[in-house]
């Protein structure tokens, strides 16, 4: 069996009155692609928020393991932190640095790793210069592996909104992490771009060995990616399974269609 | 020389040196603003602080030793510098680190009460009464047949501006601490997410602030040979305006207005008249609301969704 890399345990998310995740259990393993599905307000991107420490958690355990096998339980960790043990996300509605190129944007993703200071930017010693050219030759070859090289010196915000979305994965691939969440990457695409994005996913997951967890409500991608499907409603777990036994399952009918 | 083209450069390079001076602490405001959105009302007082920080450091060794005046000098700056950016490091950790998601009238209050706090803290500890500074930076040879024009600390004054202005632009362009300073001032979570402490960067922004604040300060206090505790009140409030006036949250912007809101004082207080010069800072500032309130080379902002 492959080594779990996000393990949620009991997990609840309450803003005052509401219980917006309520008792989550979750697990994502080494090498899966897995799918959080569900209707609208469900939840899904309150438990990016917590996975990711833009919220922390209420109640409940969520740890990270390290690629070397240590467990860190990140609740109340800042977003930083969660970042440098191996987490990246996109989000739902585009956060690029919109007056950056998209090179640029992709070269921030490497900023943890970096360790220039400001008397080697101004005397360019040949520490500097070979740290900044290795940086915009990865963030180069990230950029191609997305297709999106001819974009290199455009400014993020001039993009053509699929090519927007990708960059968002790309700047979160410069992290490097193990497991990269995307909320909702195909949102606004059209049937071609998110034939390709399907393609683009997957090859994120088999040629860099990394993990995937994502939010989608285009069913069609959902179910032609994804090995195992997380189910929320009104913040609860309702079902877990392969797209087979979610789509099957009683309680998902009713939560996307009603009685 | 024809007299009145002498008076004409005369003004001039003394709204240069103004203009420097208030680019100095123009740039501490305009980036704390850009990276927290905060008008850091106590920047003037910072600012003060350096100037005061060189008058006693400065002083004592003037007695105690026998050191040239530009070592004097130089040893002064850099113990303003320092002193300067602990004060303002402190400054943000005690009053507006604890605010960051409080609504920005509170830590914009926050900000009004700790300007009010370090001026009144410099008056008890120190006089209120004006301290005589003696300039440090002696006259160069070189200069004397323009001395009427332009005397050494004017040249100091602008020469300093124009280094920090370069390293600054280098510092944000290229390096990485730069490059993140960008990505925070865009977008504080997103900045987190891709690996950034932004608590590292806006303690860096204080510290630069700051620091360029008290070599201001030093400068200024050289060159009006008197300073104390309420210089920085006004001093603060014309840099506000030229940031304003550039488009607060921009850095060149910063400098544009800082230098003309200089020349405008100075020009406006030679041949209009010398009891105005504030009143014609606060006209441009007034103008520039009315006619482009995002400032000469501030963007306007898109209220986002």
């Known amino acids: 069996m492959s080594r779990t890399i996000l393990d949620i345990k009991d997990f609840s998310m309450v803003f005052g009155g509401l219980r917006a995740v309520d008792h989550a259990n979750m697990h994502i393993d080494e090498g899966e692609i897995v799918a959080l599905i569900g209707p609208n307000g469900a939840g899904k991107t309150t438990l990016f928020n917590c996975v990711t420490g833009v919220y922390t958690p209420s109640e409940g355990d969520i740890s990270v393991v390290s690629p070397l096998g240590k467990s860190v339980r990140t609740n109340g960790l800042k977003p930083n932190r969660i970042t440098e043990l191996g987490l990246a996300r996109t989000f739902q509605n585009i956060r690029l640095f919109s007056s950056m190129t998209a090179l640029e944007n992709v070269m921030i993703g490497r900023h943890p790793k970096l360790h220039a200071g400001i008397f080697g930017a101004i005397f360019r010693d040949s520490k500097t210069r070979r740290e900044e050219e290795a940086v915009i030759e990865d963030s180069l070859n990230i950029l191609k592996k997305l297709g999106l090289e001819k974009y290199a010196n455009d400014s993020a915000s001039s993009l053509p909104y699929g090519a927007q979305r990708l960059l968002e994965i790309a700047r979160a691939m410069a992290t490097e992490p193990q497991l990269l969440l995307l909320d909702e990457p195909a949102a606004g695409m059209n049937p071609q771009e998110t034939r390709e994005l399907d393609d683009t996913i997957k090859r994120i997951r088999d040629d860099e060995g990394i993990t995937i967890l994502l939010i989608e409500h285009d069913m069609s991608l959902v179910m032609s990616l994804s090995e195992r499907i997380y189910v929320l409603d009104y913040g609860k777990m309702i079902a877990s399974g392969t797209p087979e036994e979610v789509k099957s399952n009683p309680a998902v009918i009713k939560a996307y269609l009603g009685e | ?305």
């Open chain 2, 1 to 305: 020389m024809n007299p009145d083209v002498k008076y004409f450069l005369q003004l001039v390079l003394s709204g240069l040196t103004k203009g420097s001076i208030y680019a100095l602490i123009a740039l501490g405001y305009t980036m704390v603003y850009g990276i927290i959105k905060l008008i850091n009302f106590a920047h003037g007082e910072i600012y003060m602080i350096g100037a005061f920080t060189a008058l006693i450091i400065g002083g004592v060794l003037q007695i105690t030793t026998e050191l040239s005046p530009l070592v004097i000098l130089g040893i002064s700056l850099v113990a303003a510098v320092f002193y300067s950016a602990a004060y303002g490091v402190t400054l943000e950790k005690i009053a507006y680190k604890p605010l960051r998601n409080a609504p920005r009238l509170t830590a914009l209050i926050s900000a009004i009460g700790m300007s009010l706090i370090l001026q009144n803290f410099v008056l008890l500890a120190q006089t209120s009464d004006f301290l005589p500074f003696r300039s440090m930076i002696p006259d160069f040879s070189f200069l004397i047949p323009g001395k009427s024009l332009l005397t050494t600390t004017q040249l100091v004054i602008m020469v300093t501006t124009f280094v920090v202005m370069l390293f600054l632009t280098l510092l944000i362009k290229f390096t990485r601490m730069g490059k993140a300073m960008r990505a925070t001032a865009q977008d504080k979570v997103m900045a987190q997410l891709v690996g950034i402490d932004i608590n590292r960067v806006i303690t860096f922004t204080f510290v630069i602030g700051s620091a360029t604040a008290a070599i201001g300060g030093v400068l200024i206090a050289n060159h009006t040979g008197q300073i104390n505790f309420y210089i920085g009140f006004l001093a603060g409030i014309k840099a506000f305006v030229a940031a304003v006036l550039g488009g607060i949250g921009s850095i060149p912007g910063a400098v544009l207005g800082s230098f003309v809101l200089g020349m405008t004082e100075s020009l406006g207080a030679g041949y209009i008249s010398s009891a105005y010069d504030n009143a014609f800072a606060f006209l441009i500032l007034i103008l520039i609301l009315i006619f482009k309130p995002s400032g000469l080379l501030g963007r306007n902002e898109v209220e986002k969704v």
